[in-house]
């Protein structure tokens, strides 16, 4: 069924989040009569390659045939107006599009996946066995319910602040020449009017230290609810990216994630405009007491809260290969899912790329100082990060990077050039709020292993399959374990054989039980027998299996490749 039509179906928040997709970039009319049109376009357009423009103004200018064509046959009073303003549509989205015809693939492939991920969120929720996006949609209300808590909070903070201003104001524009007049009067009155004015001084400062705690308690809602999204939602986002590296599903989109670090971003930086507001009312107006101190930790604290959003949300959209050939073209994207919030985008960040070494990556994540350090030499390494309107993203894309030379370390042991990990560093500067805080960024990529020679592939590759299945979260770069248990590692054989052998078809028990018996030099037939067993990585591509030259790693790689070019359709077919 066409996305479109089941996208109408949607309902209460569903709805509302696919309607915000549409304005002026792209109105919502032009979705609804070419939508058949719309979602039979995009396959073929690759947004990283910049080759690809001719196709994306191919497409833009059959959409304005089409739209001028559908304006056409409208008949009848209603179809007059519909006829206008479809028109109008089509000049509107030439003018918008004529220079830059890929903006407008961007825009549909981004609407086109929002509506499909809603569409099946929406299908997944109501249909018996959606226990897994139960407890998804639960986790996500429970987010959303936080941000509504959050945005409560933050106005009446607001609310309280604005009170303490006019308090402030009544008590300090006291004119002192109309004290002076009254003062005779008032000798008598000497100690209710001190009384008076302490009172009012207490009244003040206790308004002040009860604003304090409320902004202690956002603060620490602020915190909670950017670790739920930071430190489980986004390195839950990047395991996924790490296992589709070995042909696991794709890790899935980032609008969602996009869309809750930028409401973090918002509500960060109006406590942190609260608090600064606070102070500059504490130095008008100074009573002595433990509020100067309480706003200075409020404010080191918020600040801190801004600099983990902000660092934390420079990502890796699209990883460069994780094998990678030297003087080979090769692309990587990243991105700030803040970018289009704290101004970031207003004075367009450069990001650098320098490729480094395990201990390079060590020393980094110990922030010891390697400033400049890299290993090796990568050509067209600079790129400006660009602000997409309609999709209010942030990101560089690298698209012509070629490692030019590489800087060897002195390898351990029995270790060879193929077991050597790398990384790609990306590093830039953000200045947030208009240039009020400035911050350093980095993010690793994923471990590349490099290589000079298509001979190495296969090796290279068994290094990065051992590292993406086995990486534990946190880890010291890049440390994995030497030994696995065998159902562990079967499983990771398993996602490779799928994506290499390009199969819904997985391999059965009674295959894995063969994979065994020429891992352990066995003859049982049980499964149970192996299920406690481990394998080493030397095992697994050092060591050759018994009688032979080969590795079990390149004796399975070559089975693969043997399935992948002549056994295909036998395999699927069972």
């Given amino acids: 069924m066409a996305v479109w039509i089941q996208a109408q179906q949607l309902q209460g928040d569903a709805l509302h989040q696919m309607q915000s997709l549409y304005g002026q970039h792209f109105p919502i009319e032009v979705r609804h009569y070419l939508s058949q049109w719309i979602e039979g376009q995009l396959d073929s357009i690759d947004l990283d390659n910049p080759q690809e423009e001719f196709k994306a103004k191919r497409m833009l200018d059959g959409l304005i045939q089409e739209l ?46 929002t509506e499909q991920r809603l569409v099946r969120e929406a299908t997944n929720s109501s249909s018996p066995g959606g226990g897994m996006l139960d407890s998804m949609s639960q986790k996500y209300q429970q987010i959303n319910q936080a941000f509504e808590e959050l945005r409560v909070m933050t ?50 400062q206790k308004y002040r230290l009860d604003l304090a705690e409320k902004h202690q308690k956002t603060l620490q809602l602020l915190r909670k609810q950017q670790t739920i999204i930071l430190d489980d939602e986004l390195i ?34 109006q406590n942190r405009q609260q608090i600064r507001r606070a102070e500059h009312l504490r130095q008008q107006l100074p009573i002595p007491g433990p509020i100067e101190e309480l706003l200075t930790e409020l404010n080191s604290t918020i600040t801190d809260i801004i600099s983990a959003l902000v660092t934390s949300t420079f990502i890796i959209e699209k990883q460069p290969p994780q094998v990678l050939k030297t003087q080979t073209k090769f692309a990587a994207t990243v991105r700030l899912l803040v970018g289009g919030k704290l101004n970031v985008h207003m004075n367009p960040p450069q990001v650098k790329a320098t490729i480094i070494s395990e201990q390079q990556a060590k020393a980094l994540l110990k922030n010891e100082n390697t400033r400049n350090d890299s290993s090796g030499e990568i050509l067209n390494n600079n790129c400006v990060m660009e602000y997409h309107q309609t999709t209010g993203t942030l990101s560089a894309h ?3 990077m070629s490692l030019k ?35 350093q960024v980095k993010t690793l990529s994923l471990p590349v292993v490099v290589i000079v020679h298509g001979s190495q592939d296969n090796n290279a590759t068994a290094t990065v399959l051992w590292d993406n299945a086995f990486a534990e979260p946190g880890r010291v770069p890049f440390i994995v374990p030497d030994k696995v248990l065998w159902p562990q590692l079967c499983e990771a054989l398993n996602m490779k054989y799928k994506a290499e052998v390009q199969s819904n ?39 050759s299996l018994p009688g032979r030259n080969f590795t079990f790693w390149q004796w399975f790689d070559g089975v693969m490749e043997l399935m992948k070019k002549y056994l295909k359709p036998h395999w699927n077919d069972g």
Wanted: with cysteine.
């Fill in 68 to 113: 001028q064509k559908k304006a056409e046959h409208q008949m009848g009073e209603d179809g007059f107006l519909l006829r206008i303003k479809l028109g109008h549509y089509a000049t509107q989205l030439k003018n918008t599009y004529d220079r830059c015809p890929l903006e407008l693939v961007r825009c549909i492939k981004h609407i086109l996946y």
């Fill in 155 to 204: 106005q009446d903070t607001e609310n309280d602040l604005r009170k303490l201003q006019h308090n402030q104001d009544s008590l300090s524009t006291l004119p002192p020449a109309d004290r002076l007049l009254r003062e005779p009067t008032l000798q008598s009155k000497r100690a209710t009017v001190e009384a008076w004015l302490t009172r009012e001084a207490n009244t003040l």
């Fill in 236 to 269: 839950q986002w990047k395991r996924r990216q790490q296992l589709a590296g070995n042909g696991g599903p794709p890790e899935g989109g980032l609008d969602v994630l996009q869309s809750w670090c930028e409401k973090l971003a918002e509500m960060i930086w």
């Fill in 398 to 400: 690298f698209r012509n």
């Fill in 405 to 439: 030379r590489i800087k060897r370390s002195d390898r351990r042991g029995a270790e060879s050039v193929t077991e050597e990990k790398f990384t790609i560093l990306f590093e830039s500067q953000f200045s947030v709020g208009g240039n009020e805080l400035v911050f």
């Fill in 505 to 543: 078809r997985g391999l059965s028990e009674e295959n894995l039980v063969f994979l065994a018996q020429k891992a352990f030099s066995s003859s049982s037939i049980n499964p149970e027998d192996y299920r406690n067993m481990t394998m080493s990585w030397s095992q697994f591509n050092r060591e």
